[in-house]
């Protein structure tokens, strides 16, 4: 059972490690090493061609077992079996969150209500499969007989990051005559830019929204199609050019897309867990069915490994208790995901979405607004080694604790002469450096002048996780995303937050609607609902708007 009103601060399990971490958490990674060189094996799990090395994490020996013990108070196994089970555990929006079933293989059962969802999963797979053979082949021909060139995402949040992530982290495998893009913003700046080379006749949008409500969505595909519209002159041209993935039939065939080119989805998935539904639309045009379902079965993998193994060996868990460990026991405001790849460029604005909408709350399941312990940190990152030239100055040497994720591969889809040892050699070194620093007695020895000592001194002690696989490949990507998918639940799990709804991403939506008619009414509004700065700004907008 879990807390209901209490805070998980009362909890003799989160008493015990708060102590803990007055103690221990300040421990050098340097004596702790010392004192057990075994910690790099003790602190490595493997799981679904995954390597977690958590040895550089601050872990003294009874870390991990009280974070392991606090999780249990907190009934985690009991949570994770509530989701597979398909329980409403989004208690706001009275959802399951059931993103487990989208990989579930075909003769698996998952039930929502008792209805086994699974063979709908499978419906829509098959589906988009034939579609995506049809488009790749040249067979689905364009209103005028011509094959599709380019396919063009129009979606935001989670109808965009992920199918834009999975885009440039598969590359490798995509099918190169086909150009992809990718639309979010309502800046008309996107629209002019994603299309600008484009032929109308050889373009296929995707319009992906789970709502179909959503204005920067609308506006964009509205767009698109009087884009369309012009070029080819014949609104029957809409069906050979637009096809939609909604969980909204009734807004599709409003907006007219007939939905016979629909692609469902349930609203037991999030948006932000919806790169594997038919979200992933765009991944399984750019990679074929069968490196989509190789990405699905990377997920699976993690699933079941989620699912079944013990917690102190269960990856996910292990992963996201430190996550609770850096940035509510040990005080870090941020945590920096530095992958070692450059197909994994967008990898770190995906996984900003997943974790902070995700966790950026403030108020417990129970509805108690959390004022004793902090919740979800700030996720930052780019693809190293770029962010050695930048900003990691920062973490080693900066005031602020900064723990860091390291991802890399031990093979690169290009092998370039030296190239991937040179970047492998990075990523090795700067965990360690940020692990062990350079003390001032090393740089002395190294006959450097007394007045550069202090700045050429490194403290370390700055904890970092390091995730390697042996290749980039859709499996592996899909244990990777299921990771963090899975971690950043464990994490809501232990903070008692709802890791489902997103109301600070609602209100955005509903307040923008609101200004709309403001801005574009040819008669002076009426801005006194507004507080004075925002009327100002809007009355400063209007008198500009046009040249
Ligand atoms: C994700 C959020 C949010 C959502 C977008 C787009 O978890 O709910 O980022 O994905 O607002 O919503 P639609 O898919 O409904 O257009």
Redesign the pocket.
Known sequence: MTLSQGSHTALPEWKALAAHAANAGARHLRDLFREDPGRAERYALEACGLRADFSKQRLSPDTLPLLVRLAEACDLPGRIAAMFAGEPINTTEHRAALHVALRAPREATLRVAGHDVVSDVHAVLGRMAAFAEAVRSGGWKGHTGRPIRAVVNI?????DLGPVMAYEALRHFTLRNLDFRFMSNVDGTDFAEATRDLDPAETLFIV????FT?LE?LANARTARAWLLAALGDERAVARHFVAVSTNAAEVAAFGIDTANMFGFWDWI???YSMDSAIGLSTMLAVGPERFADLLAGFHAIDEHFRTAPLAANMPVVHGLLAVWNATFLGAHTIAVLPYDQYLKRFPAYLQ?LTM?SNGKRVTLAGRVIDDYETSPVYWGEPGTNGQHSFYQLIHQGTRLIPCDFIAFARSANPLGRHHDLLMSNVFAQAEALAFGRTAEEVRAEGVAEALVPHKTFPGNRPSTTLLAAELTPHALGSLVALYEHSTFVQGVIWGVNSFD?WG?ELGKVLANRIVPELESAAEPDLSSHDPSTAALIRWYRARRKK
Do not use: A, F, N
């Not at 979606?155 to 109808?159: L, M, N, Q, R």
């Open positions: 979606g935001i949040g989670g109808s992906s929204s789970k709502t959503t969505t999030g948006g932000r979405q909408e997103q991403v």
